[in-house]
């Protein structure tokens, strides 16, 4: 049995988590094998299944930035030629330029995701909020803001910001544990058993929290066996 609060493993006889104080609530036959199955950290982010996505993605991260390149060696030129701004070979140099630039950061955020690393952490802030802005014609605007703000126990603040798409902010509470794993954008909730849905780790879509398999992706969820 765990505590639904903190996620500390308790005694079944426990009547009050003795990490935090949560009362706990004990759990009928039929919930006791879903809660399990939907507590703690899952091991199945090793499945062979993650690292053939992740090879995936750096390939084709790697030929949209050499579709984008190409592009641009060609576009260059001929936009030189016939607007007349800028003279030939300058702009086969802009060109190259620019289509150096997309290989360049295909390069530096594969290179960070293979620096990334696995850490543990807490959801200690949400907040939402509007921010009034003008426009180029000056014109009010206004946006929806989504902050969210995770403490490693490593030490350290990891923030996320949304502008008016609140992306993933729903889907945490303020004192979840949680689990960044390395090279993906994601963050393992330590107790899954209050969601009705749970999200992706590798293509980050959401799902029915009783699927074992991404069906846009193949691969497995985060869940431990039942």
Not at 164 to 191: A, L, M, Q, T, W
């Amino acid at each position: 049995m765990f505590c639904q609060n903190c996620g500390t493993k308790l005694n079944e006889s426990v009547s009050f988590c003795e990490k935090c104080g949560e009362a706990v609530a004990p759990l009928t036959h039929e919930e006791q094998p879903r809660a399990n199955g939907l507590m703690g950290f899952s091991s199945k982010i090793s499945d062979p299944a993650y690292s053939s996505y992740k090879k995936k993605t750096v390939a084709w991260a790697f030929i949209f930035s050499g579709i984008l390149a190409i592009i641009a060696v060609i576009a260059f030129p001929i936009y030189g030629n016939k607007s007349g701004e800028i003279e030939w070979p300058d702009s086969l140099f802009y060109g190259i330029g620019i289509g150096g630039m997309f290989l360049l950061i295909a390069l530096l955020q594969t290179l960070k995701k293979g620096l990334d690393k696995t850490w543990d952490g807490e959801v200690i802030y949400k907040d939402a909020y509007t921010v009034r802005e003008r426009n180029d014609n000056g014109n009010l605007h206004y946006h929806k803001m989504y902050v969210m703000k995770i403490r490693k126990d490593s030490g350290g603040t990891k923030k996320h910001k949304w502008r008016d798409i609140p992306g993933v902010y729903d889907y945490y509470n303020v004192g979840d544990r949680v689990r960044h794993h390395k090279g993906f954008s994601y963050y393992e909730k330590y107790d899954k058993s209050h969601d009705n849905q749970i999200m992706c780790a590798a293509c980050m879509s959401f799902l029915d929290i009783d699927k074992d398999i991404c069906p846009r992706c193949k691969c497995p969820l985060l869940k431990n066996k039942v």
